[in-house]
């Protein structure tokens, strides 16, 4: 079956950075969108970024864009976000997604399919 395994969050201060990594494996994803998504504490989910596995092709949300980058490895079937100047506002949960035979970007969550644990993620001021 189709696992996403997330990790490289932790702790750091603001203006600080951190490279959180999603390991996917289960399925061929070449036709596939992988997503970030984040929720903080008593809010909803929120669409951080997008990948298609094909083309490359991103899209951010407006919060992020200029300071996320969001990445991914053929070979590792592995996604990445790259996160930079970290604010407070950045903590959260984030959480890597599948949206199965996607080759349009998309930031709706309930699109995606499949959906990692979560890793965690705090910036402190």
């Known amino acids: 079956q189709v696992q996403l395994v997330e990790s490289g969050g932790g702790l750091v201060q603001a203006g600080g950075s951190l490279r959180l990594s999603c390991a996917a494996s289960g399925r061929t994803f070449s036709s596939d969108a992988m997503g970030w998504f984040r929720q903080a504490p008593g809010k909803e989910r929120e669409f951080v970024a997008t990948?298609?596995?094909?083309?490359?092709?991103?899209d951010y949300a407006d919060s992020v864009k200029g300071r996320f980058t969001i990445s991914r490895d053929n070979a590792k079937n592995t996604v990445y976000l790259q996160m930079n100047s970290l604010k407070p506002e950045d903590t959260a949960i984030y959480y890597c997604a599948v949206k199965p035979g996607s080759w349009f970007p998309s930031r709706k969550a309930y699109e995606y399919v499949y959906w990692g644990q979560g890793t965690q993620v705090t910036v402190s001021s």
């Open positions: 990948i298609l596995w094909s083309t490359g092709i991103t």
